[in-house]
């Protein structure tokens, strides 16, 4: 019976002992264990009490003959200014540039100037363009070194010809090559980063072109925010583009942020594009102003669309490359592709 009693006594440390050991061990493998990183919020915080203006289905086009200088490539400054100025007094209803700009940024936002140089040299946001827009930001109350130019290399943001120089003081100029981006995220069409350029910022300006795109039909203010400033735009090029222009943009990372859009119309390319295609670009010496990305693509496109008309081509429809992203961007509320619904306003000076 004693022996029984011991042998029980021996079994049961041991199980207890055995039991402490396991427990010891688990809980050092659960302290061991990264803990898991909060959700990150993508989604820009607006400054207090401040509602941007908006415009669903409103564009404003500015004209202005003899606005390029000998050569055809580059604005006179002081036309490329006074266009973008009236083009964002326009929108705005406001009477004067300070207040006009007050309408669609605080004076403590962060602003980003999305420009785009994919085009190189000849066919890029021209700095002139950039510079009005700089300056505009500044008159409303903005700080310089509250505002960066950002696109998505180096290369690209030299073929502006933007530089510190003709920028306000503070301005910022840089590129996030791909690597300067924000925690992993997801669209339905696949995962990506955004940029860090756009993520630091409270507001963004859209500085996007005219011009066609061999795999979209079209390539305007939609796919400037969105393949422009992401890590991976060729996960994304798929059956025309779409959805995937209208998911990416749709993402709070950019949805949150963009203000506006100040389309660079003084050239469009109808054939050839995204790059530039000499024989199939011309003058059109003007600049589009809209909060609507959708309204503007549409407009955009189909200039696009008259241009072909006009040199003897098929429409980007009968070419095989038909804009779907712009029908997705209204079915996903990012603004107004019915052009019944679509009020353009052209202004000449």
Not at 6 to 30: I, M, N, P, Y
Not at 287 to 316: E, F, K, Y
Request: hydrophobic letters at 40%.
């Amino acid at each position: 019976m004693s022996q029984d009693l011991d042998r029980r006594h021996f079994l049961s440390t041991v199980a207890a002992g055995t039991a402490a050991v396991a427990l010891t061990q688990q809980a050092e493998a659960q302290r061991r264990q990264p803990t898991p990183a909060a959700p990150v919020n993508f989604a820009a915080t607006r400054p207090a009490g401040f509602t941007p203006l908006s415009h669903p289905g409103q564009v404003v086009r500015v004209n202005k003959p003899n606005s390029l200088r000998p050569g055809g490539l580059f604005p006179k400054p002081e036309d490329a200014r006074a266009m973008v100025n009236r083009a964002v007094i326009e929108l705005s209803g406001r009477p004067d540039l300070a207040s006009a700009w007050r309408a669609f940024v605080h004076p403590s936002d962060r602003v980003a100037i999305k420009v785009n140089g994919l085009g190189l040299r000849n066919m890029a946001s021209n700095k002139e363009v950039i510079e009005a827009i700089a300056e505009g930001l500044v008159a409303a109350g903005v700080p310089g070194t509250n505002i960066v130019v950002y696109d998505q290399w180096d290369s690209f943001l030299r073929c502006t010809r933007v530089t510190s120089r003709g920028m306000p003081a503070g301005v910022r100029l840089v590129s996030h090559n791909g690597t300067a981006l924000s925690p992993e995220t997801r669209v339905a069409s696949g995962r990506t980063q955004y940029a860090t350029a756009l993520m630091d910022a409270t507001a963004v300006i859209g500085v996007p072109l005219i011009k066609d795109h061999s795999l979209c039909g079209f390539t305007g203010a939609m796919k400037n925010m969105t393949h422009g400033s992401i890590k991976n735009p060729e996960a994304f090029h798929r059956h025309l583009c779409s959805p995937q222009i209208a998911e990416l943009y749709s993402h709070d990372a950019i949805k949150s942020r963009v203000r506006l859009h100040v389309m660079d119309g003084f050239k469009a390319v109808y054939h050839g594009g995204p790059r530039d295609s000499p024989e199939h670009r011309v003058a059109l010496e003007c600049v589009l102003a809209s909060t609507d990305p959708v309204a503007l693509d549409r407009v955009g496109s189909d200039i696009v669309d008259q241009l072909r008309v006009a040199h003897r081509m098929g429409t980007l429809e009968a070419r095989g490359l038909p804009p779907r992203y712009i029908e997705q961007g209204q079915a996903m509320g990012l603004g107004i592709a019915d052009r019944a619904r679509i009020q353009t306003r052209v202004v000449a000076i």
